[in-house]
């Protein structure tokens, strides 16, 4: 069944108004009609419902089904730095199919890209729009928030809000005893933690001055593994780590 997103509430007696957007690839784009049934997510719930009324509008009614949630057990925040072109439409994309609860850009020290932010406002509008039909089409119960750029310094006062910080550092991944992912993901599982945040870097990888600053906040670094990955590779393989943990 067909996904959608809906911020409004359900009335009194379980019936809710789809309009805007929605509405018209319901009416335009699947051509559904009075007695086919859709998924309305609201407020993190599946609800499935039955078409009863269309117009310019549509209005849908609770069949009192729902479905369970697919959300990943911990909150996983992703943190990368600006990378070039179109990379961070396929970090929303593909991170959301993964299950990540957060995307947060920032402008590293090795960020070639510089966000302009005259069109910023449309930029991250237009992240959030892929991050909605990805988690339409991966059948998620939330859409991954994706926050405007922050400078380096912005992300250090961020990070106290996090249960654990995980820094991807290649030169921890050139080292001959790497710190294993998988071993401090078992940690963070067997204490129970409720958030993560990872922070990767651009292209050229977090500099020296990046990693010890936030090692000092309370960052941990970790390896991905004896090769080095790229920017927009190493958020969705951390990901499927986690997936793999937890799920």
Same mark, same amino acid.
């Given at each position: 069944?067909?996904?959608?997103?809906?911020?409004?509430?359900?009335?009194?007696?379980?019936?809710?108004?789809?309009?805007?957007?929605?509405?018209?690839?319901?009416?335009?784009?699947?051509?559904?009609?009075?007695?086919?049934?859709?998924?309305?997510?609201?407020?993190?719930?599946?609800?499935?419902?039955?078409?009863?009324?269309?117009?310019?509008?549509?209005?849908?009614?609770?069949?009192?089904?729902?479905?369970?949630? #697919? !959300?990943?057990?911990?909150?996983? @925040?992703?943190?990368?730095? =600006?990378?070039?072109?179109?990379?961070? *439409?396929? $970090?929303?994309?593909?991170?959301?199919?993964?299950?990540?609860?957060?995307?947060?850009?920032?402008?590293?020290?090795?960020?070639?890209?510089?966000?302009?932010?005259?069109?910023?406002?449309?930029?991250?509008?237009?992240?959030?729009?892929?991050?909605?039909?990805?988690?339409?089409?991966?059948?998620?119960?939330?859409? #991954? !928030?994706?926050?405007?750029?922050? @400078?380096?310094?912005?992300? =250090?006062?961020?990070?106290?809000?996090? *249960?654990? $910080?995980?820094?991807?550092?290649?030169?921890?991944?050139?080292?001959?005893?790497?710190?294993?992912?998988?071993?401090?993901?078992?940690?963070?599982?067997?204490?129970?933690?409720?958030?993560?945040?990872?922070?990767?870097?651009?292209?050229?990888?977090?500099?020296?001055?990046?990693?010890?600053?936030?090692?000092?906040?309370?960052?941990?670094?970790?390896?991905?593994?004896?090769?080095?990955?790229?920017?927009?590779?190493?958020?969705?393989?951390?990901?499927?780590?986690?997936?793999?943990?937890?799920?």
């Amino acid at each position: 069944m067909q996904r959608y997103f809906v911020d409004e509430p359900f009335t009194n007696e379980n019936e809710l108004t789809i309009s805007g957007e929605n509405a018209k690839h319901i009416l335009r784009v699947m051509r559904m009609e009075v007695g086919e049934s859709i998924v309305v997510v609201q407020q993190g719930t599946a609800y499935i419902c039955e078409i009863i009324q269309t117009g310019q509008d549509v209005i849908v009614k609770q069949t009192g089904e729902t479905l369970s949630s #697919p !959300e990943m057990p911990i909150q996983v @925040t992703i943190a990368c730095g =600006l990378p070039k072109g179109d990379k961070l *439409d396929l $970090i929303t994309q593909k991170g959301t199919e993964l299950g990540m609860y957060a995307l947060i850009p920032f402008a590293a020290e090795r960020s070639v890209v510089k966000w302009d932010d005259k069109k910023g406002e449309k930029k991250t509008e237009r992240l959030q729009k892929i991050a909605k039909e990805a988690a339409e089409q991966s059948h998620r119960t939330l859409i #991954p !928030e994706i926050h405007n750029p922050i @400078t380096f310094k912005q992300l =250090l006062t961020t990070v106290s809000n996090y *249960d654990a $910080i995980f820094i991807a550092d290649e030169e921890d991944a050139k080292s001959d005893v790497r710190t294993r992912f998988a071993d401090k993901l078992k940690k963070v599982y067997d204490n129970e933690l409720k958030s993560i945040l990872l922070i990767f870097g651009p292209e050229g990888g977090i500099s020296r001055k990046e990693a010890s600053s936030l090692i000092e906040a309370g960052g941990q670094t970790m390896s991905l593994g004896p090769r080095i990955l790229r920017a927009e590779t190493a958020p969705l393989y951390a990901l499927a780590a986690i997936s793999y943990e937890f799920e």
